[in-house]
């Protein structure tokens, strides 16, 4: 039974053979286009009609809200109600829209929006009532969604919350069509760079299982190196009992890849064997003994948004239509026209609000196999990942190594060295061939790895650098990119240079900045927490606060304070939590606000629980018992407050994760006298 | 085999008798607010009320719901307007992605039927169930005072 599709008419139990043969999948990556948008552009996402507003969003809603914020921009300068502005989720019948990714909805799409919202205002008060119109980009200060007033710097309802509320179909999986079937594709339980392919299984068993509709061997591209094997049925339920039922025996090629993946990433041994490839601070630190020598080590994490990605696509006389939950459509769109062998013209993909992107619903996965299942059905297919095929088969926060040292004298630090190993973030393998990858390893580095690696504080002869290693376990962006644990592994040697010095670690580091902006939250958060106060008080337990600041992408500013106390178990749990943020003029406070509060508890996952157990290359958690995330009696208090400013616009996504960590883990060592090194932090090391 | 829908009367075909509460549910009923996140129970995203209890509808036997009543998100508001619930989650801007929010209006209108003037404890005890990626906690937290103050 080799080689061979599949169909049974849904009630009959008929056996057809719909499709011979795989199909050979190219191997050549489609490589996202990512233009900024200008003004022209702009235009495609505004219109006018019988005095109401349309506004198509060029980006992805995934929690940011920026459908909120971008309603307000647009509202802001057309001068038009709130509920004359109707807003749609864009598709790639558009001009192409930038993948919605580091954080720059507001700082990159606020202005050209509000360009065009200004020039149809004017076409619209000209009493022009149809064709195009022409932006002439007007100065920045003549736009009226850059002042704070009735709609920018106000919080309305949240844009879709009402539907969001009563249950309204807003996501991918919630899209039903005619004649829907539901489908699985199955693939090898080995690492995914091993090649891998279904060798044998058990048709009759399958047909037996009501609701079986077929078994699918043509069902798109491999995942990396895993090729699948496609299920289809009535009923989504009847999938799993089928996948048992088929008891697939898989034809894996090859050893295992490289059980020891710290091993393989650790910064000693690796700056032992030479010289770091890629610099991101040149300074050179003087020759002689340091003060502070930290060694911190991140595992791999995972994005774990709660919706796992979905998709439903219909072919129809050669047109392919997919809806998805994508941080990028057009990139998608442009993968299944590769894979399918049909003109871009001929797939639309309809993006959908995303249940938690985080970095992570960047590539074509699912919209794949469900094209596959539904050209080979001929109905509509629709299928929606496992848990385990979510933590499985998507790529992940990769692995990182530090070795921070600082020398102090005098009570300033004179000399800084950051050390770190991981593995790529941004030119992985899904995104960047295999010939280019030699040339970016060489030449570039991966400016993801880097980011927040050049520590924001005056730090005399400062160094920095790492290495990128390619791993057999994908990785790729993850909220904050290296920011996350950047600043956990800067903060923290900061902090260990301010006991050093034998100062006050907010005091420390204001002595040690030069932006006043990271000054201003620095001091800010100092203020609103009461830093020279005692930790919150917990009967019977150690208790800490912790201290932690930095800038995100060079625009945007946090810092937080966190309080924490650790039972004689070595348990910590983070009591209270305070962060200041700066991104520029605020569009909408109490979601900017949002973000931080979000950042914060991504944060405390960081320092406290985030891994992803990884055995012979292949993750082998299945759900959020083996891979757990923060819970509601996990997360404290917070306090956020925002800086008022008229500085452009700048994001608020991510920002907030280049302090959270860093806070709660200088909260640790203030409570217990021991700096958590290794991430997620284990009872065990800081039992009384 | 009939059972209640936020209200009324409806069949399980038998053909989906063995499916999930949830599949049910979003699939042949179209009610898509409950939502899939883990399948096994443990991240409460595809929670509706059974009979008024708190219930993971992908741990459920659709065949099982003979005889219940079965209250989702969709059946909260009344006449155009919100559950109380509803609109405090409105209020307070609780959610971010939102796709784990129906599992926790669900569980916070649980909470508060069973217990007016829930303590934190009350709502850690019930809420545990709920997670949110996205990290809404505290709004959820917040959310859940506004609207037992408002019931
Ligand atoms: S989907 Fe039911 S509890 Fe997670
Ligand atoms: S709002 Fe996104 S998972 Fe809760």
């Given at each position: 039974?080799?080689?061979?599709?599949?169909?049974?008419?849904?009630?009959?139990?008929?056996?057809?053979?719909?499709?011979?043969?795989?199909?050979?999948?190219?191997?050549?990556?489609?490589?996202?286009?990512?233009?900024?948008?200008?003004?022209?552009?702009?235009?495609?996402?505004?219109?006018?009609?019988?005095?109401?507003?349309?506004?198509?969003?060029?980006?992805?809603?995934?929690?940011?809200?920026?459908?909120?914020?971008?309603?307000?921009?647009?509202?802001?300068?057309?001068?038009?109600?709130?509920?004359?502005?109707?807003?749609?989720?864009?598709?790639?019948?558009?001009?192409?829209?930038?993948?919605?990714?580091?954080?720059?909805?507001?700082?990159?799409?606020?202005?050209?929006?509000?360009?065009?919202?200004?020039?149809?205002?004017?076409?619209?008060?000209?009493?022009?009532?149809?064709?195009?119109?022409?932006?002439?980009?007007?100065?920045?200060?003549?736009?009226?969604?850059?002042?704070?007033?009735?709609?920018?710097?106000?919080?309305?309802?949240?844009?879709?919350?009402?539907?969001?509320?009563?249950?309204?179909?807003?996501?991918?999986?919630?899209?039903?069509?005619?004649?829907?079937?539901?489908?699985?594709?199955?693939?090898?339980?080995?690492?995914i760079e091993?090649?891998?392919?279904?060798?044998?299984?058990?048709?009759?068993?399958?047909?037996?299982?009501?609701?079986?509709?077929?078994?699918?061997?043509?069902?798109?591209?491999?995942i990396a190196?895993?090729?699948?094997?496609?299920?289809?049925?009535?009923?989504?339920?009847?999938?799993?009992?089928?996948?048992?039922?088929?008891?697939?025996?898989?034809?894996?090629?090859?050893?295992?890849?490289?059980?020891?993946?710290?091993?393989?990433?650790?910064?000693?041994?690796?700056?032992?064997?030479?010289?770091?490839?890629?610099?991101?601070?040149?300074?050179?630190?003087?020759?002689?003994?340091?003060?502070?020598?930290?060694?911190?080590?991140?595992?791999f994490g995972a994005h774990?948004?709660?919706?796992?990605r979905?998709?439903?696509?219909?072919?129809?006389?050669?047109?392919?239509?997919?809806?998805?939950?994508?941080?990028?459509?057009?990139?998608?769109?442009?993968?299944?026209?590769?894979?399918?062998?049909?003109?871009?013209?001929?797939?639309?993909?309809?993006?959908?609000?995303?249940?938690?992107?985080f970095g992570g619903k960047t590539i074509?996965t699912?919209?794949?196999?469900?094209?596959?299942?539904?050209?080979?059905?001929?109905?509509?297919?629709?299928?929606?990942?496992?848990?385990?095929?979510e933590f499985a088969l998507g790529f992940h926060r990769p692995?990182?190594?530090?070795?921070?040292?600082?020398?102090?004298?005098?009570?300033?630090?004179?000399?800084?060295?950051?050390?770190?190993?991981?593995s790529h973030i941004l030119?992985t393998s899904a995104a960047?061939?295999?010939?280019?990858?030699?040339?970016?390893?060489?030449?570039?580095?991966?400016?993801g790895?880097?980011?927040?690696?050049?520590?924001?504080?005056?730090?005399?002869?400062?160094?920095?650098?790492?290495?990128?290693?390619?791993l057999?376990v994908p990785g790729g962006p993850w909220?904050?990119?290296?920011?996350?644990?950047?600043?956990?592994?800067?903060?923290?040697?900061?902090?260990?240079?301010?006991?050093?010095?034998?100062?006050?670690?907010?005091?420390?580091?204001?002595?040690?900045?030069?932006?006043?902006?990271?000054?201003?939250?620095?001091?800010?958060?100092?203020?609103?927490?009461?830093?020279?106060?005692?930790?919150?008080?917990?009967?019977?337990?150690?208790?800490?606060?912790?201290?932690?600041?930095?800038?995100?992408?060079?625009?945007?500013?946090?810092?937080?304070?966190?309080?924490?106390?650790?039972?004689?178990?070595?348990?910590?749990?983070?009591?209270?939590?305070?962060?200041?943020?700066?991104?520029?003029?605020?569009?909408?406070?109490?979601?900017?606000?949002?973000?931080?509060?979000?950042?914060?508890?991504?944060?405390?996952?960081?320092?406290?629980?985030?891994?992803l157990?990884?055995?012979?290359?292949?993750v082998?958690?299945?759900?959020?018992?083996?891979?757990?995330?923060?819970?509601?009696?996990?997360?404290?208090?917070?306090?956020?407050?925002?800086?008022?400013?008229?500085?452009?616009?700048?994001?608020?996504?991510?920002?907030?994760?280049?302090?959270?960590?860093?806070?709660?883990?200088?909260?640790?060592?203030?409570?217990?006298?021991?700096?958590?090194?290794?991430?997620?932090?284990?009872?065990?090391?800081?039992?009384? | 085999?009939?059972?209640?829908?936020?209200?009324?009367?409806?069949?399980?075909?038998?053909?989906?008798?063995?499916?999930?509460?949830?599949?049910?549910?979003?699939?042949?009923?179209?009610?898509?607010?409950?939502?899939?996140?883990?399948?096994?129970?443990?991240?409460?995203?595809?929670?509706?009320?059974?009979?008024?209890?708190?219930?993971?509808?992908?741990?459920?036997?659709?065949?099982?719901?003979?005889?219940?009543?079965?209250?989702?998100?969709?059946?909260?508001?009344?006449?155009?307007?919100?559950?109380?619930?509803?609109?405090?989650?409105?209020?307070?801007?609780?959610?971010?992605?939102?796709?784990?929010?129906?599992?926790?209006?669900?569980?916070?209108?649980?909470?508060?039927?069973?217990?007016?003037?829930?303590?934190?404890?009350?709502?850690?005890?019930?809420?545990?169930?709920?997670?949110?990626?996205?990290?809404?906690?505290?709004?959820?937290?917040?959310?859940?005072?506004?609207?037992?103050?408002?019931?």
């Amino acid at each position: 039974m080799r080689r061979r599709t599949f169909l049974a008419a849904a009630g009959g139990g008929v056996v057809a053979l719909i499709g011979a043969g795989a199909a050979v999948w190219t191997q050549v990556p489609v490589i996202p286009k990512r233009p900024d948008p200008d003004v022209e552009t702009a235009l495609g996402w505004i219109s006018h009609r019988d005095g109401r507003y349309t506004l198509v969003l060029p980006r992805a809603e995934m929690g940011q809200n920026i459908a909120t914020a971008l309603k307000q921009v647009a509202c802001a300068e057309l001068g038009a109600a709130w509920d004359a502005v109707d807003v749609e989720p864009h598709d790639t019948r558009r001009a192409r829209v930038k993948a919605t990714v580091g954080s720059e909805s507001v700082g990159v799409f606020a202005e050209p929006l509000a360009q065009a919202c200004a020039a149809l205002r004017d076409a619209v008060a000209a009493g022009q009532t149809e064709g195009q119109i022409t932006v002439r980009p007007r100065p920045m200060a003549e736009l009226r969604a850059f002042r704070p007033g009735a709609i920018v710097g106000t919080s309305p309802e949240i844009a879709q919350g009402r539907e969001i509320v009563t249950g309204a179909p807003l996501f991918a999986a919630d899209v039903r069509r005619p004649n829907m079937l539901y489908g699985r594709v199955l693939r090898a339980p080995a690492s995914i760079e091993m090649r891998s392919a279904p060798g044998s299984w058990d048709v009759a068993a399958a047909q037996r299982i009501p609701g079986f509709v077929a078994i699918v061997e043509d069902c798109g591209p491999p995942i990396a190196k895993a090729r699948g094997l496609g299920i289809v049925a009535t009923r989504p339920g009847a999938l799993d009992a089928i996948a048992a039922a088929l008891a697939v025996a898989w034809d894996i090629r090859g050893a295992a890849p490289a059980p020891d993946i710290a091993g393989s990433i650790d910064v000693d041994a690796r700056t032992g064997a030479g010289k770091l490839p890629h610099t991101v601070l040149d300074g050179a630190p003087a020759p002689g003994d340091w003060d502070v020598s930290l060694r911190l080590d991140v595992p791999f994490g995972a994005h774990a948004p709660i919706e796992p990605r979905a998709a439903v696509a219909e072919w129809q006389s050669g047109a392919l239509t997919v809806w998805a939950g994508t941080q990028d459509a057009f990139y998608v769109r442009d993968v299944l026209a590769d894979a399918f062998g049909v003109s871009a013209d001929a797939v639309t993909v309809q993006s959908h609000r995303i249940g938690g992107g985080f970095g992570g619903k960047t590539i074509c996965t699912v919209e794949a196999e469900a094209a596959a299942l539904a050209r080979a059905t001929g109905r509509p297919v629709k299928v929606q990942w496992t848990r385990a095929q979510e933590f499985a088969l998507g790529f992940h926060r990769p692995p990182s190594s530090h070795r921070v040292r600082a020398r102090v004298a005098d009570g300033r630090i004179t000399d800084w060295d950051h050390a770190q190993v991981s593995s790529h973030i941004l030119f992985t393998s899904a995104a960047v061939p295999a010939w280019m990858q030699k040339g970016t390893d060489l030449l570039v580095g991966d400016p993801g790895v880097a980011r927040g690696m050049a520590a924001p504080y005056v730090l005399g002869r400062a160094h920095a650098a790492y290495d990128a290693i390619r791993l057999p376990v994908p990785g790729g962006p993850w909220r904050g990119l290296g920011a996350g644990p950047n600043g956990l592994a800067v903060e923290s040697a900061i902090d260990a240079a301010a006991i050093v010095a034998d100062a006050d670690p907010l005091a420390f580091r204001l002595a040690h900045v030069a932006d006043p902006r990271l000054a201003g939250v620095l001091r800010r958060v100092g203020a609103i927490a009461n830093w020279s106060a005692a930790a919150t008080p917990a009967a019977g337990q150690r208790t800490g606060r912790g201290l932690a600041g930095g800038i995100y992408k060079e625009k945007s500013y946090a810092a937080a304070v966190a309080d924490v106390a650790v039972d004689a178990r070595g348990r910590v749990r983070v009591t209270r939590l305070w962060c200041v943020h700066d991104c520029g003029l605020v569009i909408n406070p109490d979601q900017v606000r949002a973000q931080c509060e979000g950042n914060l508890v991504w944060s405390l996952g960081l320092v406290l629980s985030d891994e992803l157990a990884i055995e012979r290359g292949r993750v082998v958690a299945e759900n959020f018992a083996d891979a757990p995330i923060p819970r509601m009696t996990d997360v404290p208090e917070i306090t956020v407050d925002l800086i008022e400013s008229d500085l452009p616009p700048a994001g608020a996504g991510e920002t907030a994760m280049v302090a959270g960590p860093g806070a709660i883990a200088n909260a640790i060592r203030a409570a217990t006298g021991r700096r958590p090194v290794r991430f997620p932090v284990r009872a065990g090391d800081l039992a009384a | 085999m009939s059972f209640i829908l936020n209200g009324e009367g409806r069949e399980v075909p038998a053909d989906w008798a063995d499916e999930s509460l949830l599949f049910l549910l979003r699939e042949h009923f179209g009610l898509t607010g409950a939502k899939f996140g883990c399948g096994v129970g443990i991240c409460g995203a595809c929670t509706v009320l059974v009979d008024g209890a708190a219930t993971q509808s992908c741990m459920m036997r659709a065949g099982d719901v003979a005889g219940l009543s079965v209250r989702t998100v969709e059946g909260l508001a009344e006449g155009g307007a919100l559950h109380p619930v509803q609109q405090a989650w409105l209020d307070l801007g609780v959610p971010q992605c939102g796709y784990c929010q129906a599992g926790q209006i669900m569980l916070a209108v649980a909470l508060l039927d069973a217990t007016p003037r829930p303590t934190d404890a009350d709502i850690d005890a019930t809420m545990e169930v709920g997670l949110c990626r996205c990290g809404t906690y505290r709004r959820i937290r917040a959310a859940i005072a506004r609207a037992a103050e408002a019931v």
